[in-house]
Structures are given as C-alpha cells and as structure tokens.
C-alpha cells in the first residue's frame, strides 16, 4: 500500500482560499468515496476536517470543503485565517484487506 | 462526548514489547457502529495505520502488512479499552502512537476522537 500523494506545502493570505490535491489509484481515492481530511497543529493530535470526501463535521466551520475528480481528492480552505496554519493529510480506503492509507501532509502556511 | 485516553510506557528497549492501552469514555468498545484503531506517526514514516479491532456478531482485528507478523490488538470488554503489542522493536518503530475511533464502517478513514498521542521511543 503506498502513501497517497500530497505537495509539501502550500500557502496562502489571509482572506484568500488555497487547495490543497490528494492523488491517489483507482483502486483507493479513485474507487471509493471514503476520503477524510485531518488537520494537525503542533504538538496536537489530528482532528477530521472532512470525511466522506465532503461531509463536514459539527463544529468544522463552512470555510473547510472537500471534493474528488477521478483519483485525486480535494480539500479547499477558504477565507483563510491565522488559525488555520497546520499540517494537512488526507487518508482514504485501501481498496483491500480493510486497509487505510494517508497521505504524506502538506503544510499550509497563512502569510 | 467520547473520549480516550492512553497509558503505556514511553520508553522500550530494542528487541523487547511496545504495549499501550487506551480507555474508552462514552462508547463502548463491543459498539458495533465503531472500530477501534491505532495510528502511529514519525517523521520517516509520516501517519501510518497500524490496525483495528472490531466487534460484528464476534470479534475481527485487520492489521497493516508492514507490521502484521508482530502486533496484535485486543479488546477488554471488562474494562472498555482495547490494547496494542509491538513485539520484537526496533529504534525504526520509534513514534507517537495514537489510538483512534473509527466511525461510519469499518476500513472508512474517518477517525475521531484521537487519543492523546504516546511517543515511544525504542532504545538500541
């Protein structure tokens, strides 16, 4: 099972919006509609920003949003604030043996 | 509000055992609406799932490949927690280990509540 594709990072100012891709098979992302977003602060454990590829939990504002096209799924930030820098990854169904694989991060910097 | 709080030692030395557990508050671990799972996290390995345990009518565990020989996670019904060994590490299993709730089926990647995380550190 290898790791879902993230960019290293990616940035934004304040107010803006900044997409951040997840690439992975059809034989996971591509296959399934089970991707989940995490957001980490330092130091912190992950916390679900989006599961089912679009479906926010109570209490993750509406700013957050989540889609998928093929293989690579997608999370959007929008109206970017302070608090919103932190590692981002995305995690989706193995597609086998009940697996479940993550992307490597990306780190989202609000300039 | 469901909460889980992990206990084991931080430290093992190379060779020896890595065990964890974590208490489940405001769930149960027989629920058959949720899986229990732990996740560990390094910089070489970045978040990597590790395994889960399961109640469905019996009890199912679903383990990663890569550590699959060596772990096992078990549940405690008495005490509504479940558990992980590592057995035979290395300094290469070195991380923050996290146990996790997974909800909405089995194998979906929606996790929460996170425990609090445990660095373990493998001494050579």
């Known amino acids: 099972q290898s790791a879902l594709t993230q960019p290293p990072s990616a940035s934004g100012s304040p107010g803006q919006s900044v997409t951040i891709s997840c690439t992975g098979t059809?034989?996971?992302?591509?296959?399934?509609?089970?991707v989940a977003w995490y957001q980490q602060h330092p130091g912190k454990a992950p916390k679900v920003m989006i599961y089912e590829v679009s479906k926010r939990p109570s209490g993750v504002p509406d700013r957050f949003s989540g889609s998928k096209s093929g293989n690579t799924a997608s999370l959007t930030v929008s109206g970017l604030q302070g608090e919103d820098e932190a590692d981002y990854y995305c995690?989706?169904?193995?597609?086998?043996?009940?697996?479940?694989?993550f992307g490597g991060g990306t780190k989202l910097t609000v300039l | 509000q469901v909460n889980l709080r992990q206990s084991g030692p931080g430290l093992v030395k190379s060779s020896q055992t890595l065990s964890l557990t974590c208490a489940i508050s405001?769930?149960?671990?027989?629920?058959?609406?949720?899986?229990w799972n732990w996740i560990r996290q390094s910089p070489s390995r970045g978040l990597e799932w590790l395994g889960r345990?399961?109640?469905?009518?019996?009890?199912?565990?679903d383990y990663a490949v890569d550590v699959k020989s060596r772990i096992t996670i078990n549940a405690d019904t008495s005490q509504n927690q479940f558990s992980l060994q590592v057995n035979s590490v290395t300094p290469d299993d070195t991380a923050v280990y996290y146990c996790?709730?997974?909800?909405?089926?089995?194998?979906?990647?929606?996790?929460?509540?996170w425990g609090q995380g445990t660095l373990v550190t493998v001494s050579s």
């Open positions: 995690c989706s169904y193995g597609g086998s043996m009940n697996f479940v694989i």
């Open positions: 996790a709730r997974e909800f909405g089926g089995v194998a979906t990647g929606t996790f929460d509540p």
């Open positions: 405001g769930d149960s671990v027989s629920s058959t609406s949720a899986a």
């Open positions: 059809s034989s996971d992302v591509g296959g399934w509609n089970y």
């Open positions: 345990t399961y109640y469905r009518s019996k009890w199912h565990s």
